[in-house]
């Protein structure tokens, strides 16, 4: 990095993670000094995020942040999952490059070097690769799973998507906006808007204390939220080519079914109280109303892009 400055922020989400945050406190320290004297950093901030923990968390963390000055923390009221923690760190960080991490002691902290080694050659988010899982077959195989389809459909070529351990160019964290369960899909938000990725190798140990705050659930909640992130990595700036098409379609297909009976009505067949009738006039309707909601969508998109043009035209003109 030569003579350059530049600042790390580590982001911490933690949930009753009480019998862990002194000992990774300990060891970021210990390898922040490492990479002090390898010139890899300059400054560092250390922003633990409290998500609702029920435990002794929040008073480890505040005499954390008494007896050092790098630490700061962000305390919520209830539990709101893991995406909520991190987009709001990301709006509070100050350095130009942030490190996100759990709180379990399973991601280690010696790989921060590696991370910043690897931003140095250009990209724009890493993303660690537990390649040697210590996690109960239970967790790993859905992860697999997960991993190989996510790959699959998103055309991103990384082995961890799930993986917590990453590094980010500030212009990242400041790019993606992650809520529900999306921070499994910042690597393809990322891609999405235009950022280089790679990935790294990490090491992984085995969970000291506590256990998982994940159940089997998370799977299907990242099912449906991998289709969110599909829909609006493709279509938010043009939503009616996606209900347009599927409401063409729909209208072409029951306009084709009421033609047919049409036909049969005109050579004297009764047609009345075909079930085919319905469906025919129900996917019209259907149709109908799908690109009403393109409509409104592109109406949405040219009422914001309107506005963040004056916006942008304001500032240019102060």
């Known amino acids: 990095m030569a003579d350059e400055k530049r600042k790390v922020s580590f982001v911490i989400p933690a949930y009753n993670e009480e019998e862990s945050l002194d000992e990774l406190y300990s060891l970021i320290i210990d390898n922040v000094n490492s990479c002090l004297q390898e010139r890899l950093l300059t400054d560092y901030e250390i922003m633990f995020v409290d ?9 480890v963390i505040r005499k954390m942040a008494e007896r050092d000055a790098h630490v700061r923390y962000i305390f919520f009221r209830k539990n709101f999952g893991k995406s909520i923690a991190l987009q709001t760190a990301f709006k509070n960080v100050t350095g130009d490059v942030v490190i996100t991490m759990d709180a379990d002691l399973q991601d280690d902290p010696c790989e921060l070097g590696n991370f910043l080694k690897k931003i140095d050659e250009g990209y724009d988010l890493v993303s660690g690769w537990k390649f040697n899982r210590l996690d109960p077959a239970e967790k790993r195989l859905p992860s697999k ?22 590094a980010y160019r500030r212009e990242v964290t400041d790019c993606v906006e992650v809520y529900g369960q999306l921070h499994r899909y910042i690597p393809v938000l990322a891609f999405r808007n235009g950022f280089r990725i790679t990935e790294i190798p990490v090491h992984h140990n085995k969970r000291k204390h506590g256990r998982s705050k994940y159940g ?72 109908i109303q799908l690109l009403s909601v393109g409509f409104i969508g592109n109406m949405l998109l040219d009422v914001t892009f309107k506005n963040n043009y004056s916006e942008a035209h304001v500032k240019e003109k102060k």
């Not at 493709?234 to 047919?260: E, N, Q, T």
């Open 145 to 166: 799973l997960f991993n190989k389809v996510t790959a699959k459909m998103s055309g991103i070529d990384l082995h961890d998507f799930d993986c917590g351990y990453k």
């Open 51 to 59: 998500d609702g923990s029920t435990d002794q968390t929040q008073n």
């Open 216 to 287: 089997m659930e998370r799977y299907m909640q990242g099912l449906l939220d991998f289709f969110t992130v599909s829909f609006l990595s493709k279509y938010h700036d043009r939503p009616m080519y996606f209900f347009g098409r599927a409401g063409l379609l729909s209208m072409f297909i029951g306009g084709a079914i009421c033609l047919f009976l049409t036909v049969l009505w005109c050579m004297g067949n009764s047609i009345g109280t075909r079930p085919l009738l319905q469906l025919g006039i129900l996917l019209i309707i259907f149709g």
